[in-house]
């Protein structure tokens, strides 16, 4: 017998304003073919004014919870990933207890940028094994609206807002890869790449938030080798090869991304959860987001071997396996 950290409950919380590329043509030189084809993404959605991260952090981890059939007394912890917290400190996630009601437990952030919710399931899944929890919550929450640079059109087309959250609850297994809940999981990041993709701006730099910069091309180069390998040590941790995958569930930043890893990994496009087109880059929500979707779809079912990767700003990248 060993403990396993099962999804029982999956939910998301996407803001009601929806903007389309074409938006971005009347004040950027660019268009909705090149937002299209270079990156899949059609539309995405910004929070409205005075929406913030954990509200909608918030309103994911409500639906999270119904699905489980759980309350917030049931829960002994929550995590938050995101880069774009309401405040310096305290952190989303003791926000997200008082918004909840839950007045025992312990709740903290982790920061990854993209690759958050992988570094967030990865310590929930810890929590869990070591005792310390019997049932988690895991959300990824972002306004990457919030540090946009509107002139510059290699990045701000290509954000959005939105939250996604899951109930990970202890429960026994076999020990062996047929068990439901998280199998493996593997982290990764060297800041040797930091310049590829930052803020330019901070507490203790400049003293305000800042504005996203990236280098879009040279990242692009880096991410399908990066988040290839991760799922396959991932898997074969648990030595599991690319047959055993029912879905990749991957982080939503670019469609040639997307087919890229997956065809370097002999993974037929079908077995993609795809949400680029609607969403954007949604940063640590994308994967959480994913995966509801994936789920409210009647793609992902009870039993299916999913893998999840990202890879983000540090570079910070990694991958889980994960059985639904
Ligand atoms: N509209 C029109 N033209 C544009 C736009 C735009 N919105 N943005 C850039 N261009 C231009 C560029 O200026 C460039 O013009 P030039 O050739 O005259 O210099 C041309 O389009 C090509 O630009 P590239 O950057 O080479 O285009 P690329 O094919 O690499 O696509 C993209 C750009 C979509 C950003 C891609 O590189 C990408 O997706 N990169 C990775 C993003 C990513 O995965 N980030 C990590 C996760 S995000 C996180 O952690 C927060």
Redesign the pocket.
């Known amino acids: 017998m060993s403990v396993r950290a099962v999804v029982t409950g999956v939910g998301h919380y996407l803001p009601e304003r929806i903007v389309p590329n074409a938006a971005?043509e009347e004040t950027?030189?660019?268009?909705d073919e090149?937002?299209r084809t270079?990156?899949g993404i059609e539309r995405r959605h910004f929070a409205a004014e005075g929406e913030t991260t954990s509200d909608m952090a918030i309103a994911a981890a409500r639906r999270a919870l119904t699905a489980a059939g759980r309350g917030p007394d049931d829960i002994d912890a929550v995590v938050v990933a995101t880069s774009t917290p309401d405040l310096t400190f305290p952190s989303v996630a003791t926000m997200v207890q008082d918004g909840l009601g839950m007045t025992r437990g312990f709740g903290f952030d982790v920061q990854a940028?993209?690759?958050g919710f992988v570094f967030a399931l990865t310590n929930a899944n810890a929590l869990i094994l070591a005792g310390q929890a019997k049932r988690v919550l895991v959300i990824g929450a972002e306004t990457f609206s919030r540090i946009m640079d509107w002139t510059d059109?290699?990045t701000c087309?290509?954000f959005g807002d939105g939250a996604g959250a899951l109930v990970l609850e202890a429960q026994d297994g076999t020990g062996d890869t047929s068990d439901r809940g998280i199998l493996s999981a593997d982290l990764n990041s060297d800041g040797r790449f930091r310049d590829m993709?930052y803020v330019d701006g901070g507490v203790s730099s400049t003293g305000h938030s800042g504005k996203?910069r990236?280098q879009?091309?040279p990242?692009?180069r880096q991410?399908v080798d990066k988040l290839t390998a991760t799922a396959h040590t991932a898997l074969s941790k648990v030595g599991l090869s690319d047959d055993a995958v029912d879905w990749i569930v991957p982080?939503q930043?670019?469609i040639?991304?997307i087919k890229g890893t997956a065809k370097k990994m002999g993974v037929p496009m079908e077995r993609v959860i795809v949400t680029v087109q609607d969403h954007g880059?949604t940063?640590a929500a994308s994967i959480p987001l994913a995966l509801s979707v994936g789920a409210e779809r009647g793609q992902i079912k009870p039993g299916d071997l999913i893998v999840t990767e990202a890879?983000?700003?540090g570079l910070a990248w990694g991958a889980v396996v994960l059985r639904w």
């Open positions: 971005f950027l030189d660019t268009t090149w937002i270079r990156s940028v993209c690759a059109r290699s087309v290509l993709l996203l990236m879009g091309n990242l692009f991410a982080h930043a670019n040639r991304i880059n940063s890879i983000g700003g």
